[in-house]
Every structure is written in structure tokens, then in C-alpha cells.
């Protein structure tokens, strides 16, 4: 259905696809996977035609519908959440033209040429709009909203009040309800709690097209797909199985290949022996002679080159004291709606623990409070003796300083660290090279997150508070985190819908 042959392409001089070449076929379900930075996203350009190959042939079938979710925020129309649904699935269309060929119809005469024709259109828009489920439309709607963690209020708001993951829900419910023949989906939970991402699971084990996605989240790759595409090294890597078999297949491959290069290393050794012990004796001249030809012909068996694994650490803070928070009747309310009423809870010096609940529930909202970014109704937060806290949450970012580059913004932070450690976090967190001197404003909504990460990671803290910190991590750096906070002695609080992270 869809081919890519011997696909080159670079940017900036830098070679990202090396005669790479894939085949997606009808009712697949991919998961496409490789560190940051190896063109996933970009792959997704290439195959919508956002971006052209340097060489190689790329087919998609013109007669495939294609949904495609973006990682970046987009911007949505000022009208309401159903509307705009309608909007995108073509069901807008649809009901215009019916009501414009009913109002027609009723003052044109029903024995003219012109009736006749606007009763064609009406029949043939009255087709299309019982293929969209017209009457059932907005029920179905409704359904699918819910199950992203929308509530009733929400569906005569406007898509331009909703914060960024909310509008990321909006068009991920209208990709859902176009019901494409293919979908490409790129890291679909990064705005899902867990509720909605167990039902989008269950959503899209029912939905018969393509599903193409790239995903952190290893459960939902293990759940929802049945093939691995990698790209590693410019080309792409099939395996027959979701993301856990990926991994064992990846381990078993790597050993079996660390063998092959052990029994070649010996057999060249011994040769090499062979040649050094009887180099000058006659009689054995032509042996010699014959295993230095074969010596010459020997394919050596390399290791593909994988990245350098790094190691991040979180700089000790100062040891705070035993109880490090104790919030007492905590209340919280926006009009005449309690979010959370009467919340009591100790945390204790070295304590890791996961918020839980519910879309809604307060979770973002109970860790502003303690962070001191936002008041209670009532109650109150106490903080122990010589905690230091840092805050991490999706709007952090617009406390970073746009007039800086990202060099510049981690260069104002008071620390210890070496620029060579500096650059090696920089680096752990995927800005590289060149990237650390792209100005702030450039960056896009994941840069801006990694790098406030990376500014925390940075501080001598005693507490950290984090709101979905992995959201814009790839795997390898998910897992670095994973490994500083295991090792982090301070006290933690996390909000996160990474079901394998927690």
C-alpha cells in the first residue's frame, strides 16, 4: 500500500535516511521506534509529502484517506468542539448543503430543470450524510470526548479557550471520528491520563484501518501494535512483534552477532599463528601463502555503532529534614466547584511517590498548591526545615528567558558543573551540537520542556515536584531520567499517565 525504496535524505549535512526502504500494508499496526533525533517524524513528513526525499520513490495510494496526528500543538478555529469535529470529518459540508438545497427547493418550481438538479445534489448529500452517521454524529461525538476526559460543559466551549493538551485532544477525537483508512500517530498519550489512554486502547483495537504510531509509552506500543519499524543508522529495522518482542529480538540479535565476532576473532588468531609460527619454513611456504590470501579476504563482523550510553545525575542538594511536607485540610475550589476538599498527607525525606487519580481529579492543581504556585481555598502546605524545591509542569516553559539561546538560559543557572558537563546533559536530553545555540523562541513546545529539565536537573534541590515529566522524553532519555531519579536522594512527587514509568 505504502512503498519506500532507497529513500536518501540530509539535513544540513548531516545524513538522517541511507537508502532506507519500508512497506506498509493494509491493516498493519506499527510502532516506529529509534532515539531522537533518527526522523521518525520526519519519515511521517515524507509519506503526507510535507517533505521531499533528496532521492528514492515514494508511493501512497491517492485513493486512501489519511489521519495524521502531529507532536507540536496546532492551531484550532474559534468555534465550538462539535462544530469544529464536523468541520474536519466533512459532515459540515454535508449538512450545508442540504439545508442550501432545501431552502432552494422550497421556492423553486418542482416541474423546472433547476428543481431537478438541487434534487440530485439533495439526494446525493443526503447519501453522504447517512455515510457519515449524520443523525448519530454528535452522540458519537460526545462518546469519543468523554472517553479523552472532556465533560458535558466543555462541548459548547470554543477549541481557542483549551490549553494546549486539550486542544492535542480535540484533533486527536477528530482523527478518531474520520475513521481514515490510514493513521499516523505521533506520541498520541502525551496529553492522556491514564483513564483515557486504557480507553483510546480499547478504541483503537477496534479500528480496522493502519495504524502507524510513535510512541514513549511502552505498554500502549505493546498493546495496540503487531510490528516494530527502527530506524538506526539511516535505514529501517522490521521486526515481526510489538515493542517488548523488538526488544528481546534486538538483545538476542546483539549476542548473536558479540558470538559470530568472538569465533571470527579466534579463527584469526589462530591463522595469525599459524603464519607467524611456520613464515619460514620451506615446506609449508605455500599453506602460509594460502592463509595470508585468506586472511585478506576476511569480512570482519562489526557491531553496528550504537549511541554512547550517558549518565545524568541530579547535583546532592542539602539534606533536608525528616518530614519534608505536611499539608493539612487542603481545599480547593474554582467558583462554587471543589476540586479536592480536606486533603491531609505527610511525605518523608527520601519518599518517591506517584499522584494518582482520575482526568480532573486535581492532581496538576494539588502539585501547583504545594509548589507554591497557586493558593488553596483553604488548608495549608508546611514545609519542612531546609527543603529546596523544583517544580516541574508543561507550562514551566514560559519561565524561560527568550532573549537567551539555550547555552545562554543553562549558563545562568549558579552550579558547579564544567561546560563539558554541561554539554554531556544537554546532550542526554537531545540538544546537540550546534542546537544549543538556537534561540529560545525558535524551539518548539518539547524543546522548551526537555530544556526546563534540564535546568532542574541542574539546581541543588531537595524535593522535586514533576507533572508529567517524560511527556517529550524519547525512550533512551526516558530511561536515563528513570535511572537520576532511582538515584536521587531527595524526596519526589510525581503526576505521570507513563504507566511503565511509574
Known amino acids: 500500500m505504502i512503498q519506500l525504496q532507497?529513500?536518501?535524505?540530509?539535513?544540513?549535512?548531516?545524513?538522517?535516511?541511507?537508502?532506507l526502504s519500508l512497506s506498509i500494508n493494509e491493516k498493519n499496526r506499527i510502532g516506529l521506534v529509534g532515539n531522537n533525533g533518527t526522523g521518525k517524524t520526519t519519515l511521517f513528513h515524507i509519506i503526507l509529502g510535507k517533505t521531499t526525499p533528496d532521492r528514492g520513490l515514494v508511493e501512497v495510494p491517492n485513493n486512501k484517506t489519511i489521519g495524521y496526528l502531529p507532536q507540536d500543538l496546532v492551531e484550532l478555529e474559534p468555534i465550538n468542539i462539535i462544530d469544529f469535529l464536523k468541520n474536519v470529518t466533512g459532515l459540515k459540508v454535508v449538512e450545508t448543503t442540504l439545508k442550501s438545497c432545501e431552502h432552494k427547493m422550497a421556492f423553486t418550481d418542482p416541474q423546472s430543470d433547476q428543481y431537478q438538479n438541487l434534487l440530485k445534489k439533495y439526494e446525493e448529500a443526503s447519501h453522504l450524510f447517512s455515510v457519515f452517521d449524520g443523525y448519530s454524529f454528535e452522540a458519537k461525538s460526545k462518546k469519543v470526548l468523554h472517553g479523552l476526559g472532556f465533560e458535558e460543559k466543555d462541548y459548547s466551549k470554543l477549541c481557542t479557550e483549551f490549553s494546549g493538551g486539550w486542544k492535542m485532544k480535540i484533533l486527536l477525537a477528530s482523527i478518531l471520528l474520520s475513521n481514515p483508512d490510514i493513521m499516523l500517530l505521533d506520541e498520541p498519550t502525551n496529553h492522556l491520563d491514564t483513564e483515557n489512554m486504557e480507553w483510546m486502547e480499547k478504541y483503537l483495537e477496534d479500528y480496522s484501518g493502519t495504524l502507524v504510531t510513535i510512541s514513549h509509552d511502552r505498554r500502549f506500543l505493546d498493546k495496540i501494535t503487531q510490528l516494530t519499524f527502527e530506524i538506526f543508522n539511516g535505514k529501517l529495522n522490521l521486526y515481526h512483534g510489538n515493542y517488548s518482542f523488538y526488544l528481546k529480538e534486538k538483545d538476542q540479535k546483539r549476542l548473536l552477532i558479540e558470538k559470530e565476532i568472538e569465533t571470527q576473532r579466534k579463527k584469526i588468531e589462530k591463522t595469525e599463528a599459524f603464519i607467524e609460527r611456520f613464515r619460514y619454513k620451506a615446506t609449508k611456504a605455500a599453506q602460509v601463502q594460502s592463509r595470508i590470501k585468506m586472511l585478506e579476504k576476511f569480512n570482519l563482523i562489526e557491531m553496528e555503532k550504537e549511541a554512547k550510553p550517558v549518565s545524568i545525575h541530579f547535583p546532592p542538594g542539602e539534606r533536608s529534614g525528616l518530614e519534608v511536607l505536611k499539608v493539612e485540610n487542603l481545599s480547593k475550589k474554582y467558583d462554587s466547584r471543589f476540586v479536592f476538599k480536606n486533603i491531609n498527607f505527610s511525605l518523608y525525606r527520601g519518599e518517591k511517590v506517584a499522584l494518582a487519580g482520575?482526568?480532573?481529579?486535581?492532581?496538576?492543581t494539588l502539585t501547583r498548591i504545594i509548589s507554591g504556585n497557586e493558593d488553596p481555598t483553604s488548608g495549608q502546605v508546611i514545609y519542612g526545615d531546609k527543603v529546596k524545591i523544583a517544580f516541574f509542569s508543561q507550562e514551566s516553559a514560559q519561565n524561560l528567558n527568550y532573549a537567551h539561546t539555550i547555552w545562554e538560559e543553562i549558563g545562568s543557572i549558579p552550579t558547579k558543573m564544567l561546560d563539558i558537563e554541561k554539554r554531556n546533559l544537554l546532550g542526554a536530553f537531545l540538544f546537540s551540537g550546534d542546537d544549543i545555540y538556537k534561540p529560545i523562541p525558535v524551539l518548539s513546545g518539547g524543546e522548551k520542556a526537555r530544556l526546563t529539565l534540564v535546568k532542574i536537573l541542574m539546581n541543588e534541590t531537595n524535593f522535586l515536584i514533576l507533572d508529567e515529566p517524560t511527556n517529550h522524553l524519547d525512550m533512551s532519555t526516558n530511561e536515563l531520567f528513570q535511572r537520576a531519579l532511582m538515584e536521587?536522594?531527595?524526596?519526589?512527587?510525581?503526576?505521570?499517565?507513563?504507566?511503565?514509568?511509574?
Open 6 to 19: 532507497d529513500i536518501y535524505l540530509s539535513f544540513n549535512g548531516k545524513t538522517l535516511f541511507n537508502s
Open 488 to 502: 536521587y536522594s531527595g524526596t519526589v512527587l510525581i503526576v505521570s499517565h507513563d504507566r511503565y514509568f511509574l
Open 358 to 364: 482520575v482526568n480532573g481529579a486535581g492532581k496538576s
